[in-house]
């Protein structure tokens, strides 16, 4: 792991100082006195600026735009078509297709107030997962 240390008249300048800081250090050189160790990034996103970690805000999203994300239009009519069918079959909704119905559904009453936020859930499984298990279930 690297040793960081930035400039202290000049916050942008960040290098990896370590052995040379500590034999600076050793000796008594004055240029030692210029740097500063830089702190741990307190997350991922976090970006180094004018001697500070930034932490971005969180991306946030509406209803439709969090569902955007993780199904098309498409898909989302697969999915529905799928539930039809396996309906008329009379045979039950699987588990990940009764989860992901439960999401959708949350999702589209969340939509009646658009707000975007940043704590949407994640779908409790993929399209690919949810239509296999449909087409199985037709299938039997």
């Known amino acids: 792991m690297p040793n960081l240390y930035y400039r202290i008249t ?7 100082l370590g052995e040379q800081m ?4 050793a000796a008594g050189n004055p240029k030692a006195n210029d740097w500063a160790l830089q702190p741990a990034a ?5 970006v180094w600026t004018n001697g500070a970690w ?3 805000p969180a991306p946030t999203y509406s209803p439709e735009a969090w569902t955007a994300i993780h199904f ?4 989302v009519s697969a999915l529905q078509r799928f539930e039809f069918a396996l309906m008329q079959a009379g045979k039950p909704l699987g588990p990940l297709m ?7 559904e949350g999702m589209l009453v969340a939509s009646v107030d658009p ?6 859930q994640q779908p409790p499984c993929s399209y690919e997962a949810a239509s296999a298990e449909a087409v199985a279930g037709l299938q039997s």
């Open 54 to 56: 930034i932490v971005p």
């Open 72 to 75: 098309s239009a498409m898909q």
């Open 22 to 25: 500590a034999s600076w250090v």
């Open 115 to 120: 707000t975007p936020r940043s704590d949407w």
């Open 98 to 104: 009764t989860a992901l119905k439960a999401w959708m």
């Open 42 to 46: 307190p997350s991922e996103n976090a």
């Open 10 to 16: 000049d916050p942008s300048d960040v290098r990896d």
